[in-house]
């Protein structure tokens, strides 16, 4: 298991090194946090404009929430119980002239300087729909249900070497609020329809139940149900390692945990249940050039035509 | 000034409705934190590829930085001494299973559950500039300098009524690095040409010296000090008031204070002086919103030509 992380760590590394040489990454200093060049910028554009093409039949409502979500949100869903160590809680300085006198002294004697910071109102956002649910609460929905286009930085804690597994990246979604049928069919069509519309791009996805890092021994059993419920698919892909292969899309159905969480009903009165389909774009990104090279100029012609690149 | 202060919040809490209402922002729950209709985002896509194209007779290179930038970068800039109240410090949870089932139930008994958090390696980005220095560091930079085409969401802990007062939101910016000389003619040259781009728009613009807000006693010999040395100037326009207008651009020449911290030289061995525009997109879109109405459909016919909408 150790070697096995070896190797793994040597193969991240690597191609962590390529990508930063290449300049498609540029280096903040801190692990899985990196600025992006013009051209891989311009991959993500170009697979957003695809992505908004295969989703125009289910004219959904956009919209675009910025990389932050409020606490008493954030505290209504059940992030803090399964993944407190990927959460990002935001903090600033409220105190008088006194204070920042000490804080600047603590900083400059490089002490710990972040002690008396106070929480504000806001957590760096985990998942892209989080913010969607709060903006649904206490109301009623059409018939039809709702489909919602979302893109968002999300935030994990997790430095890694591995390129793939940022601490910030945007993840787009396709979001829907309806009954349990609505919400099972968005996910099913979805998990399909990501499979096929990557898969014509050249990428050698596949569908597997995910397995998520929930926190802890209680963790252990959620993950267990997670994969006896099968409610959540990952599409995976090779990037830094063709041996353990990487997640760039998932569709997961939530049952009713958050349309009962911010009571969200559907119009025979029951609580909506919600589902949704996230293509993770960094990551999307680093699968096309690892599998058609660095330069999109002499990538496939048909996965240049559908990218209209 | 009380009175004053009131009537302004008036103003601001009028037109926050006015937005809400007309769902381009959606409501977070949180002053300052908004989600953009879709209608909303294209109007920022549609100003960005506008700014592009009045910037690519320079062929500047092109990063896009996430929201977040090294802790040991924001510590070399001087954000902690002057703006520390507007600082986005990101915690987490570090802790063992035990201190995880404490942590929620303190979050379960409506207690201060953050306190044991830990900082991370990463802050809040308070500017989009300030990730370019570190990624420059200890370089030569070549005669005719570098510019670079920058876009990031930024960070500022001020809650406000004031729907253009955003606690995040999104700068992109035309940074130089250069000598004194090359620093400043970018400066001037992006304040006449930010003036020029943003009237031919229909926008109502005019420079003005920044007085940006630094913190406490020695902040305010600090603006003293700005306001003398002339260097940002920001360029204001009618938002949600027509009495005190917001700055939607702005133009800055931060002399040799990155050069000197991030080691940064030309080719004689100086240290490099640095300047940037910056452009406010969430402002920019609320100030066209502002001057031509909720439906980009019935804008002047130029103001939709030049924005290709």
Redesign the interface.
Known sequence: MCLSHAVLDDDYRQYQQALLGAGLL?????PG??????L??GIVEAFERYVTRMGQHLTP?????????????Y?RTDH??TF???????????GN?GD?LR??QK?ENGE???EN?E????M?VPAACY??Y??AANTTLPEEGRVV?LRA?V?R?E?SPDPAR????RQREYVTLGTAEQALAHRDYWLKRGEELLGALGLDVKPVIANDPF????GRVMAATQKEQALKYELVAPIASTEKLTAISSSNCHLDHFGREFNIKTPDGQFAHTACIGFGLERITLALLKKHGFDPATWPSETRSLLEI
């Open positions: 540029v280096s903040s200093g801190v946090v990196y600025g992006l060049s013009g891989f910028e409502e956009v919209i675009r929430f910025p990389p932050l979500l409020s606490r008493e949100t505290l803090i119980e407190p160590d990927l959460m990002g809680s935001v903090h600033s300085f409220v002239e920042h804080l600047v900083k710990a300087w972040t910071l929480p504000t109102d806001v760096l913010p969607l709060p903006a286009d930085f935030f804690h430095p940022m601490q910030t990246f926190f802890g021994r209680g």
